[in-house]
């Protein structure tokens, strides 16, 4: 389990906490995030202070959050479960 009001926390590449939308084949979990809310994440103390697992992908999201503007389409989360 996992505090609903936090969602998923994102410790791999630190991007925003994941709130479950659907599940797709019983192990893929699927959410999205509005591009200006994925933007502000990004642009946040919170982003800009965390230790990821992966930092080269933390890289990756600071990448994506420069090339979307903030009236774009939401950002699709998938996660697959091991």
Do not use: C
């Not at 590449?13 to 939308?21: C, F, K, L, V």
């Not at 994925?38 to 992908?57: H, L, Q, R, V, W």
């Amino acid at each position: 389990m996992f505090p609903v009001y936090e969602g998923l926390i994102n410790d791999l590449d630190a991007g925003p906490n994941i709130w479950p939308r659907t599940v797709k084949d019983d192990n893929i979990i699927v959410s999205w995030i509005d591009a200006f809310k994925f933007k502000e994440y990004i642009a946040s103390d919170a982003f800009k202070n965390s230790t990821p697992k992966y930092p080269e992908k933390k890289q990756e999201l600071e990448r994506l959050a420069n090339s979307i503007h903030e009236d774009d389409n939401p950002i699709i989360i998938l996660i697959k479960v091991k």
